[in-house]
Nanobody, 126 residues
Framework: QVQLVESGGGLVQAGGSLRLSCAAS????????MGWFRQAPGKEREFVAA????????YYADSVKGRFTISRDVAKITVYLQMNSLKPEDTAIYYC???????????????????WGRGTQVTVSS
């Protein structure tokens, strides 16, 4: 079992930035993906971004493309989500997930991930 712990959430004004971190308790297969999802009150959990451990390939939801950047530090077993130009509609609990095989066909799907963190709250005020 892999434990994932998110950090870095908080309250920020619209147009501001935050950097989320997700630390994993141990390494997984290099062919797997790490992803960020978010869930706003009353809405379903939605895909935000994903990265492959091996080649650092990335994939983003259209709603965050150009504003968010996902990256990873293999030595620290940590994934980051740099969020710039934040909007009030970005307000949500952000979850880190791992254990999905790297494939664009599956990495946007919550059920394909084996491990989940507890989430960190991001609130963007207008």
């Amino acid at each position: 079992q892999v434990q994932l712990v998110e950090s870095g959430g908080g309250l920020v004004q619209a147009g501001g930035s935050l950097r989320l971190s997700c630390a994993a308790s141990r390494r997984t297969s290099s062919n797997y993906a790490m992803g960020w999802f978010r869930q706003a009150p009353g809405k379903e959990r939605e895909f935000v971004a994903a990265i492959s451990w091996s080649g650092g390939y990335t994939y983003y939801a259209d709603s965050v493309k150009g504003r968010f950047t996902i990256s990873r530090d293999v030595a620290k077993i940590t994934v980051y989500l740099q969020m710039n130009s934040l909007k009030p509609e970005d307000t949500a609990i952000y979850y880190c997930a791992g254990g999905a095989p790297w494939s664009v066909a599956v990495i946007t799907t919550t059920t394909k991930y084996e491990y989940w963190g507890r989430g960190t709250q991001v609130t963007v005020s207008s």
